[in-house]
């Protein structure tokens, strides 16, 4: 009897455990596991400053686009000889109490007609508000961050086809398109932002 358990103690000794080889397997796998998540987490962490700062600038960019569009869905014409890739200048109705004014009209008052001209460089956009006709005034920023002056486009256009928008016709714009670009934090292209407005009171003339 104590032969028979002493056979059967012996088999599972030599049973128990695993082998050098099974142990360096083991760890081989398991430091290309852990070294393969912990460079994904480095990846991400170091690219996460880059992705906060490209959602910052498109949002940026939206916001400055909305304004600009907003506004010229209130023009009334686009100023024949300002309808340029880095300018536009049109005439709109706006809510304040002179044209450059800066103190707001009453919600009963009535909107004045005033010359409103936006130009672009390679850094910015200003706005100039002025009495109609005039191009001169105290220049707002109100777009920054951009990397390219060509934000405007018209419809008619040169283009074979004249309702793609691209440089202005001879005939008085009736559509703007505005592409802002912004740098791309991550280097490889600029992002851009893109939309357009109808003159309120144009007419389709080409």
């Not at 998540?37 to 480095?42: G, N, R, S, Y």
């Amino acid at each position: 009897m104590k032969r028979a358990l002493n056979r059967r103690l012996g088999a599972l000794d030599r049973e128990a455990g695993v082998t050098m080889m099974e142990v360096l397997v083991a760890t081989a796998m398991s430091l290309v596991v852990v070294g393969g998540a912990t460079a994904m987490l480095i990846s991400a962490v170091r690219a996460q400053p880059q992705q906060s700062k490209q959602a910052e600038n498109i949002t940026t960019a939206r916001w400055q686009l909305d304004r600009i569009t907003r506004e010229l869905r209130n023009g009334i014409s686009v100023t024949s000889g300002h309808a340029k890739t880095n300018e536009v200048s049109f005439l709109a109705y706006v809510r304040h109490t002179s044209c450059g004014g800066t103190i707001p009209t009453s919600s009963s008052a009535t909107s004045i007609k005033c010359q409103v001209t936006y130009t672009c460089t390679t850094t910015s956009c200003t706005r100039v508000e002025a009495k109609e006709g005039t191009f001169t005034g105290t220049p707002k920023t109100i777009a920054t961050g951009i990397d390219s002056s060509s934000v405007f486009c018209f419809v008619p256009s040169t283009e074979t086809d004249p309702t793609k928008c691209g440089p202005a016709a001879t005939t008085t714009p009736t559509y703007v398109g505005v592409t802002l670009h912004v740098p791309n934090p991550a280097g490889s292209g600029a992002l851009t932002v893109s939309d357009g407005a109808s003159l309120r009171s144009a007419t389709l003339s080409y």
